[in-house]
């Protein structure tokens, strides 16, 4: 499967813990997005990296968020201290360059419940 | 800021009648324009795309969409819907200033009944 692979699917985290989510963008693309996706809500643009790079982060929040994209490796999406707010959907998509009509492709998602 | 209005968040529709999920974008300069499906439990797929030159855009599944920049429309439809169209359809815009994120509309629910 060459498509964009995100893990886990799910994900179950208590009230202060971390939770770290992976992307694996699909093969030749070195562009990643995240969106989250709150209950009963449209995708909101979280951040956008390039390998090793982060090129446009202004929908992150300013606090235990963070994202990274290696050189070698998946990029992933970490939440520190999470509280129950932070229960969604959390999508990965990636793009072969940086330019805006190239259609992103999707991963399924990783679901985050936070108890 | 950009911003995409689905002006329907559920739309009903009997199977083999015509279809047509409204989609509305703030005024800009330039942008592309998306539909995307998503299933239960995965990710989005691609329909179709606006990029320049003919209004009407065709899709997959028999999905088509018409860019009206006087309007600045960009809705969705299909002459004959099956049941397996039932999923949630989002409108999204590319700013071609502002790389590649994706603005999202906040989706419609296509309900597919025999």
């Known amino acids: 499967n060459a498509g964009v692979m995100q893990n886990p699917r799910h994900l179950v985290r208590r009230r202060g813990q971390e939770a770290r989510l992976r992307c694996s963008p699909m093969?030749?693309?070195?562009?990643v997005y995240w969106y989250r996706q709150l209950p009963e809500e449209g995708l909101k643009f979280m951040v956008y990296?390039?390998?090793?790079?982060?090129?446009?982060e202004s929908g992150m929040p300013k606090e235990r968020f963070s994202a990274e994209f290696p050189k070698e490796g998946p990029s992933i999406l970490r939440i520190q201290q999470v509280v129950r707010g932070d229960s969604a959907a959390y999508f990965c998509a990636s793009s072969p360059y940086m330019d805006s009509n190239q259609p992103q492709h999707f991963g399924d998602g990783t679901r985050l419940s936070i108890l | 800021a950009q911003s995409v209005t689905q002006l329907d968040s559920q739309v009903p529709v009997f199977e083999e009648a015509p279809v047509e999920l409204r989609c509305n974008y703030s005024s800009s300069v330039s942008v592309y324009l998306f539909w995307y499906v998503q299933y239960p439990n995965q990710g989005l797929q691609l329909l179709l795309k606006y990029l320049s030159g003919s209004t009407l855009v065709k899709g997959i599944n028999g999905f088509e969409a018409e860019f009206n920049k006087s309007q600045t429309s960009f809705h969705l439809r299909k002459p004959s819907v099956h049941i397996s169209d039932t999923a949630e359809y989002f409108c999204?815009?590319?700013?071609?200033?502002?790389?590649?994120?994706?603005?999202f509309g906040q989706g419609t629910e296509l309900s597919v009944k025999p």
């Open positions: 999204a815009v590319s700013d071609r200033n502002q790389g590649g994120k994706l603005i």
């Open positions: 990296l390039q390998k090793e790079n982060i090129i446009d």
């Open positions: 093969k030749g693309h070195s562009h």
